[in-house]
Every structure is written in structure tokens, then in C-alpha cells.
């Protein structure tokens, strides 16, 4: 090496060493300073324990059976009731540690651990520790967490390797806890001008409670009077369609309620509350033809499932007479006003005023308001510091979900439609009291109410306005959504969603076919299933032909998703039916293949073509043993231009013979590159019927 040479390398060593020093400098003074800011933090951590330890707590309700037990290194769930004395989370020393870590990797931060007496401080960790699937066992760990963006958070852990992770709670300023007294924000959906209109609510034992009831008649009462897109939206769905029977609740607690018929009544503008809630399977009180005289002159409260006896105290609460309850307005043993009520169940919803809906109870007998799991520590924020909050553990956000979970209620398929159809919906169960409409979502946690990203219910509203693009894009979201959901009946694929579908083709001409649009028929042609089905559902009679997605159960995929760049490669000629049986004509070019062992495509027929060059697709029903060496044909519907590295990707059905017609068997897709299955140029077009 050259003098020169090793001048500019020593150069380079002093000027690199000269940053690398002021870098671990400054890593060293930031990392010290979290680090002091944290043991600090700790420190008021243990003081505010010790001081809230002096006062009484939040009584928790009397009959909670399933709260923890600390005992030794074990957390038992099989108290019978709450000790009057929590015992030491750890039998060594009757300590929990409060771990103050860093997710930051730079130097001089460090884990460090401080101790606190957790004897007299359980009941903070209760409310995390309820929420456990499993019975927690082991020590209890709490660890402070400062990111690097400098959000904080108390992580709650158990176990003697921490792997049993109960749950998180936010720390932030005061300043970010939401004060609904304090000046009213530009973007509030709802104001609270007295403190006890929402305060006494987040307190409250039961969802049952007058505080309670005052909290959703105040968000009822604001959405009518003051949110012009509720207003809109309400007035825009409104039909002629009325139900054919309600439930009169009466005025007062000891009114026996009673069925009756909307013709009898005979009301211009009749206001009614529906009810939405899982059947669960239930064995449950439902309108027969043998019961419908005795139902009319009245409905014991002692025969109903705790779910309707709720929405009964609920509707009358809010101030209503008439409530929907489906099991109980459409006579279920009888098929033709089952036809004609389902016909119209979008616009029955459409056109209540709100509807409750029971959030969390898996069937009709877990009820609204789940007193047994309720504790207001969950939705009140925990002053820790002059200056400093726990936020509050509230369970749910106001997108109504636990993580990336829906809850129970919107599992169901026939809740999706009823979801986005109804104007304005108050939500009961075990997460608390929430609510949404067209202009926001709230919880008791949120009082106030925000936009929610994820609202069907302002999502479909904002579209009706939007062109027709938007519109598709919008059925195409719901279409994925309703196909994850559960239906107790396959049957009802159709009508569960019929409501959305009506509304659609009013919004927009669209002429609906079995689940797909006339107007957009071959991209409409042109799904797939996230995995491939086990089995076509078996239906009492004929639900729908093999191209539409109605007839085979699973979550479904749009293959064109992005708009602009694609050509079409086929024509639909005819799409109509033969008695219920349903077809389309297209004219397209069609090639044969046959299907191999692995479940590939092979298009050699007389001599098998290399592996390489087989033709992926994506089968609606996983294939069988029995359908290797089946002949099966690739029909084109749409080709993507250049879609990878300049090559164009090819897209269709794949069908099978059946008779003297095809039914379709999946969808394939092939990049038109080497020997691709169809040529450059479009030629030779053939007429075909898929049934």
C-alpha cells in the first residue's frame, strides 16, 4: 500500500471513528435518559399502588363466580366467589415485578426491575386477568415498555417464563384522555354538557342500569335530531315494506307483551326497533302456525330467552312500543311467509328506527347485558401520576373487534345485511354498551364517537354517491366479508344477503343473477375460493349453477381486483334458465386439458407435456383421486397485458362435462410465455352453455 493509499485510509478510519464516537454518545446520553425517565416512572408506579391501596375500590358486582383466585404459584378459577383477601402473587416473597424495558436496542438501555407489593393491588390486574382463555398459572409480571417513538405500555404477563400474555394497557398524558366535558373537538359526533350523562354509565354495574340506559337513550337522541347523514341514510333505504307482525312491548316493566299485526295497527310511519342476534342452534320460544292466537293476546316474559326479555326492557327503555324479533314475526313452519318475510328483511332493518343488537352472546339465552363478566375498571382511565394515565382497558374498539377478530354476533351471515342496512345500531354485551350509525362509531370509551375505518355500515353509505366503479368495489368487500360468515342453513345463501343486493341494483340499474351482475358478468365469473371447498353443500332444492359462488361454500377471492389495464377475451351471448336451473352462452376459445395427479392442468393430451408447463387453477372443491386423467377445458375469459416481466397473464374457467353441457370446476391462470395454452392472437371462437 502506497503512502497516499495509506493517508486517505487512515482518513477515512478518523473521520468514520469521529461519527461512530458521537453516535454512541448520543445513544449513551438518550439511552441514560429513558433509562433514569423509566425507574422514575416505576417509582410513581409503586407509589400511586401504595397510595390507591389506602382507598376503597370500585365495588366489583357481587355475583362474579369466574374471577381469578391467586394461591401460591397457581391462579385457580374455581372460587365461588371473590375473597374478601387477594393472596400474594408470589409465594417467595409476596411480590410481582414491575419490569421497566425497552423495545429500542440502544446502547445503555437496559431491563431493569423494581418490586411492588401486588397484595393489596390485584384488583387493577383483575380486570386483565379475566379475559384469560386458559386459568393463569404462575408469578404475575408486569413490564413497562417505551418504543422508540416514545409510546409507552404496561404488558402483562404470567407464568414463570412470561409466555401467558393477559393483556396491555396504554400509558399517555393526560392531555390524550378523552374529557367529553372539556371543550367539544370539531370532529365530536356527540356531546356530554353533564358529567354524569356519561360518567356515572362508565361506572355502572350492569348494562341494566339506569346510567346505562341514559348512555344509549343520549346517542339515540343526538343521531335523530343532529346527524344529517343518519338522517339521509334512513330517509334514502326507506320502502314501502313494513313487517307483517311486531311485538308490542307496552309501556311499563309489568306490561305482558304481545304479538301483533302491522295491518291492525294501521300507522302512517310507524316506528318499531328491530333486534339482531345469533339463534346459536338455541331451543327457544318461535311463532308457530299452532301458537300464533295465543301469542297475540300475550307473551309470558317467563317463556322468552333471556336475549328477547332484554330487547323487550331495552326497547321500552329508549322510549318504543313495537320491537322485531325475526323468530318471532315470521311464522317459521310456514314456507310461504318465511319467502315473503325474508324477501324483505334488508328493508325491514332499513326502516327501524335502530336496532340492538346482542354483541357477544353466542346463542338467545346469553341475554344483552352480561352482568356476570362486567367490571367498570375495564372503561375508566386510572390516574398513575399527576400527569400520567392508564388508559382504559375497554376490551373493544369502536371498529367492534377484539384484535382482528369479529365478535360472535358478526360471525353470522344474516347479520352482515342487517349490519349495513340499519340506520343506526346500539350494541350489549359482555365488551359493554357501543354504538354506530352512518356518522360514527362509539363505545363507553369513546363516548364522544369517532369515524371508523372499518364501518360497514358509513363504508356502504359513502359509496352511494360514488360512481359505479366504487360501487363494484364495495360488493366486492361485502362479498368477501358475508362469504367468511356462518349460515346454520345453507340455504339461505342467497336471501341472506338479499337486502345489499336490492339496494345495489336500486343505486345503480344492475340487473342481479344468482349472486353476479349481467352487466359485469365475466369479471363477476372470474372468482375463487381462499381454500378450496370439501363438498358442495347439500340444499332441500336448487340453489344456483356452478358459475355463480352461491352454490358452494368458503370465502371468496376476486381474480380482477385492478381496474384499467385488462382485455377481454370471451362474450356472454346468453345468461337466463331453464325452469330454476340457471345458464350462460358464452363465445370464447376453448382449449382441452386433463387433469394430472398433483392436480395440475396438462394441456399435452396425446403426449403428457412437461411439469413446467402445466397450467395452475384454483379448484372450487378440492379435487379427489378420481379426477386424475379427467379431460376438462380451459375456457379464456381475460388476459392481463404484460402483467409480469412483459409477459401477459391469461385467465378463465376451468369446466368439466356433464351431459351435453359444462359445469364449472374452478378458475385457472397461466402466464402467456413459452408454450402457452392460448396463442397470441384470439382465434377460433366456439359457442358453449355452462350450467
Known amino acids: 500500500m502506497t503512502g497516499p493509499d495509506i493517508r486517505r485510509t487512515e482518513g477515512w478510519w478518523r473521520r468514520n471513528f469521529w461519527w461512530s464516537s458521537r453516535i454512541s454518545s448520543w445513544a449513551s446520553s438518550i439511552g441514560g435518559k429513558l433509562l433514569g425517565w423509566c425507574r422514575r416512572f416505576s417509582r410513581a408506579f409503586q407509589e400511586r399502588f401504595a397510595r390507591n391501596a389506602k382507598q376503597a375500590p370500585i365495588p366489583a358486582p357481587a355475583h362474579i363466580s369466574n374471577r381469578p383466585k391467586i394461591s401460591g404459584h397457581q391462579i385457580h378459577q374455581d372460587s365461588p366467589h371473590v375473597p374478601t383477601k387477594t393472596p400474594k402473587a408470589n409465594v417467595d416473597n409476596g411480590t410481582t415485578s414491575i419490569v421497566s424495558s425497552s423495545s429500542s436496542t440502544l446502547p445503555g438501555v437496559q431491563k431493569i426491575s423494581v418490586t411492588t407489593q401486588i397484595e393489596k393491588h390485584s384488583k387493577y390486574l383483575q380486570p386483565i386477568r379475566q379475559q384469560g382463555q386458559q386459568p393463569t398459572t404462575g408469578p404475575i409480571n408486569v413490564k413497562l415498555q417505551v418504543s422508540r417513538s416514545g409510546g409507552i405500555t404496561l404488558s402483562i404477563q404470567a407464568g414463570e417464563t412470561g409466555n401467558q400474555r393477559l393483556g396491555e394497557l396504554a400509558i399517555v398524558p393526560c392531555d390524550d384522555v378523552e374529557t367529553p366535558t372539556a371543550g367539544a373537538s370539531p370532529d365530536a359526533k356527540f356531546s356530554f354538557p353533564i358529567q354524569s350523562s356519561y360518567d356515572n354509565a362508565q361506572i355502572a354495574k350492569s348494562l341494566a342500569s339506569e346510567a346505562s340506559f341514559s348512555l344509549a337513550q343520549e346517542w339515540l337522541r343526538q343521531c335523530l335530531q343532529q346527524h344529517h347523514n343518519c338522517t339521509e341514510a334512513a330517509r334514502a333505504a326507506r320502502t314501502s315494506s313494513t313487517p307483517s307482525r311486531l311485538i308490542d312491548v307496552g309501556g311499563d316493566s309489568g306490561a305482558v307483551p304481545r304479538l301483533v299485526t302491522t295491518q291492525e295497527l294501521n300507522q302512517v310511519g310507524l316506528e318499531y326497533l328491530t333486534l339482531s342476534h345469533c339463534w346459536g342452534g338455541a331451543d327457544i320460544l318461535r311463532l308457530l302456525v299452532e301458537n300464533i292466537n295465543s301469542?297475540?293476546?300475550?307473551?309470558?316474559?317467563?317463556?322468552?330467552?333471556?336475549?328477547?326479555?332484554?330487547?323487550?326492557?331495552?326497547?321500552?327503555?329508549?322510549?318504543?312500543?313495537?320491537?322485531?324479533?325475526?323468530?318471532?314475526?315470521?311464522?317459521?313452519?310456514?314456507?310461504?311467509?318465511?319467502?315473503?318475510?325474508?324477501?324483505?328483511?334488508?328493508?325491514?332493518?332499513?326502516?327501524?328506527?335502530?336496532?340492538?343488537?346482542?354483541?357477544?352472546?353466542?346463542?338467545?339465552?346469553?341475554?344483552?347485558?352480561?352482568?356476570?363478566?362486567?367490571?367498570?375498571?375495564?372503561?375508566?382511565?386510572?390516574?398513575?401520576?399527576?400527569?400520567?394515565?392508564?388508559?382504559?382497558?375497554?376490551?373493544?374498539?369502536?371498529?367492534?373487534?377484539?384484535?382482528?377478530?369479529?365478535?360472535?354476533?358478526?360471525?353470522?351471515?344474516?347479520?352482515?345485511?342487517?349490519?349495513?342496512?340499519?340506520?343506526?345500531?346500539?350494541?350489549?354485551?359482555?365488551?359493554?354498551?357501543?354504538?354506530?350509525?352512518?356518522?360514527?362509531?362509539?363505545?363507553?370509551?369513546?363516548?364522544?364517537?369517532?369515524?371508523?375505518?372499518?364501518?360497514?355500515?358509513?363504508s356502504f353509505f359513502g359509496i352511494q354517491k360514488q360512481p359505479d366503479e366504487d360501487k363494484y368495489d364495495a360488493w366486492s368487500a361485502i362479498r368477501i366479508s358475508y362469504t367468511q360468515c356462518l349460515l346454520t342453513r345453507f340455504s339461505d345463501r342467497l336471501v341472506a344477503i338479499s337486502g345489499v343486493i336490492k339496494r345495489l341494483e336500486m343505486l345503480t340499474g344492475w340487473q342481479n343473477v344468482w349472486g353476479l351482475w349481467k352487466e359485469h358478468l365475466l369479471m363477476d365469473m372470474l372468482w375463487y375460493f381462499d381454500e378450496p371447498a370439501r363438498g358442495i353443500p347439500e340444499t332441500d332444492g336448487y340453489l344456483a349453477p356452478t358459475w355463480s359462488w352461491m352454490g358452494v361454500e368458503g370465502k371468496v377471492m376476486m381474480a380482477l381486483g385492478v381496474r384499467g389495464r385488462r382485455g377481454w377475451a370471451a362474450e356472454v351471448v346468453e345468461v337466463g334458465s331453464v325452469g330454476d336451473r340457471g345458464f350462460v352462452r358464452l363465445r370464447a376459445m376453448m382449449k382441452k386439458v386433463k387433469c394430472t395427479a398433483e392436480w395440475g392442468l396438462n394441456p399435452g393430451i396425446e403426449t403428457p407435456a412437461p411439469k413446467w408447463e402445466e397450467v395452475s387453477w384454483d379448484p372450487d372443491v378440492k379435487p379427489t383421486t378420481d379426477r386424475a386423467g379427467e379431460e376438462m377445458g380451459c375456457v379464456l375469459l381475460a388476459r392481463l397485458p404484460e402483467y409480469i416481466g412483459g409477459s401477459d397473464l391469461d385467465m378463465g374457467l376451468v369446466l368439466a362435462p356433464k351431459g351435453g353441457d359444462w359445469v364449472r370446476v374452478g378458475m385457472f391462470r397461466q402466464l402467456r410465455e413459452g408454450n402457452a395454452l392460448f396463442p397470441q392472437h384470439l382465434l377460433d371462437f366456439t359457442e358453449l352453455s355452462i350450467s
Open 295 to 458: 301469542l297475540t293476546i300475550g307473551i309470558p316474559m317467563s317463556t322468552l330467552p333471556n336475549t328477547f326479555r332484554d330487547a323487550i326492557l331495552i326497547t321500552r327503555r329508549l322510549g318504543y312500543q313495537y320491537l322485531w324479533i325475526d323468530s318471532l314475526c315470521i311464522i317459521q313452519n310456514s314456507p310461504s311467509d318465511w319467502r315473503s318475510s325474508s324477501a324483505i328483511m334488508g328493508e325491514i332493518y332499513a326502516n327501524s328506527i335502530c336496532t340492538i343488537a346482542a354483541l357477544t352472546a353466542r346463542n338467545s339465552h346469553e341475554g344483552c347485558f352480561f352482568d356476570h363478566a362486567r367490571n367498570p375498571l375495564f372503561f375508566r382511565p386510572c390516574r398513575i401520576r399527576d400527569n400520567w394515565y392508564v388508559r382504559a382497558n375497554s376490551n373493544v374498539g369502536i371498529d367492534l373487534r377484539v384484535g382482528l377478530s369479529p365478535l360472535p354476533l358478526h360471525t353470522r351471515a344474516w347479520v352482515v345485511q342487517e349490519r349495513i342496512l340499519a340506520p343506526r345500531t346500539v350494541y350489549y354485551g359482555s365488551t359493554g354498551l357501543a354504538w354506530e350509525c352512518v356518522d360514527c362509531s362509539a363505545t363507553e370509551t369513546v363516548l364522544r364517537g369517532e369515524v371508523s375505518r372499518f364501518s360497514p355500515k358509513a
